[in-house]
């Protein structure tokens, strides 16, 4: 299967379209926000009432979670850096999550707070979080819950665009596990199986790309999401930048198109590439 989906509609029963946002849990989150800054990210926001921040570039939107005895705080503890939880955007968050039960997923109660939001969230893959978001665009859950921070400098911009690909790694055994769960819950759809049974899954609004990783992590954990990989829209300036930044890239060849590896830590990694059509 190609990297886009086919021009035929497909049954997209969640109502699904697109990543709002993905979360990392640190106990440092001076040194993460220090490594997004690097990549071009800027701190747009923080939360009215927790130790939160919001890092945007493009339609990227990155949440530092350090908030003291906190769900993303304990997954830290247990993980180091790592992304703690994905929110999806849906058209319906509360029929999608009228599904989602329907369908037995674990419905996990965050809580919310005064003026918070309450955002629907789901138990992911390594006991992370899957949030259902339908306030996005225009009027989006960050109005209410974050308040925005005044620019202490212009951070230049590293033409990143887009989430291309999330990865999630799982032993070998667990993949159709897996994949089971994103297609018969959120109508996924599986790419071309690879020969150590890791695959992709596209959504069916052809904005989601998940690589299932066959993979044995480190230690005591079995599974989780370890890697972004994001788009480019001029794939120059972004190596030179990250670059001059003093960040360090491995070069890779995923088919037909070079993927550079940026790592951070055992479980958080992120990589760039090129944007299609660009």
């Known amino acids: 299967m190609s990297d886009t989906l086919p021009f035929t509609p497909l049954p997209n029963p969640m109502g699904t379209d697109g990543i709002e946002f993905v979360e990392f849990a640190t106990s440092d989150p001076d040194a993460l926000g220090q490594l997004l800054r690097a990549m071009g990210f800027r701190c747009t926001a923080r939360h009215r009432s927790k130790q939160v921040l919001l890092y945007r570039q493009g339609d990227i939107n990155f949440i530092v979670n350090a908030e003291p005895d906190s769900f993303a705080q304990h997954y830290a503890q247990q993980r180091g850096?790592?992304?703690?939880?994905?929110?999806?955007?849906?058209?319906?968050?509360?029929?999608?999550?009228?599904?989602?039960?329907?369908?037995?997923?674990?419905e996990v109660d965050m809580g919310s707070g005064v003026m918070e939001l309450h955002i629907p969230a789901f138990q992911g893959v390594g006991g992370s979080l899957l949030y259902l978001v339908d306030r996005y665009g225009e009027h989006s859950i960050y109005d209410v819950d974050f308040l925005p921070l005044p620019a202490k400098e212009e951070n230049e911009h590293a033409s990143l665009d887009s989430i291309w690909q999330l990865t999630q790694s799982v032993p070998g055994e667990r993949i159709s596990d897996w994949?089971?769960?994103?297609?018969?819950?959120?109508?996924?759809?599986?790419?071309?199986?690879?020969?150590?049974?890791?695959?992709?899954?596209?959504?069916?609004?052809?904005?989601?790309?998940?690589?299932?990783?066959?993979?044995?992590?480190?230690?005591?954990?079995?599974?989780?999401?370890?890697?972004?990989?994001?788009?480019?829209?001029?794939?120059?300036?972004?190596?030179?930048?990250?670059?001059?930044?003093?960040?360090?890239?491995?070069?890779?060849?995923?088919?037909?198109?070079?993927?550079?590896?940026?790592?951070?830590?055992?479980?958080?990694?992120?990589?760039?590439?090129q944007a299609e059509g660009n």
Do not use: M, N
Request: with cysteine; hydrophobic share 40%; glycine share 8%.
């Open 179 to 273: 994949q089971d769960f994103y297609q018969h819950l959120f109508g996924f759809v599986a790419g071309e199986e690879q020969p150590d049974r890791s695959g992709v899954l596209y959504s069916p609004c052809g904005k989601i790309r998940l690589l299932l990783q066959a993979t044995q992590l480190e230690g005591a954990l079995s599974e989780g999401l370890t890697a972004v990989t994001l788009s480019s829209i001029k794939l120059d300036h972004t190596l030179q930048h990250l670059q001059q930044q003093g960040l360090s890239l491995r070069q890779e060849q995923d088919g037909q198109q070079l993927v550079f590896q940026l790592e951070h830590a055992t479980l958080l990694g992120f990589a760039i590439r």
């Open 81 to 106: 850096p790592s992304i703690c939880a994905i929110a999806l955007r849906v058209k319906d968050a509360r029929a999608a999550t009228l599904r989602a039960r329907e369908l037995g997923a674990w």
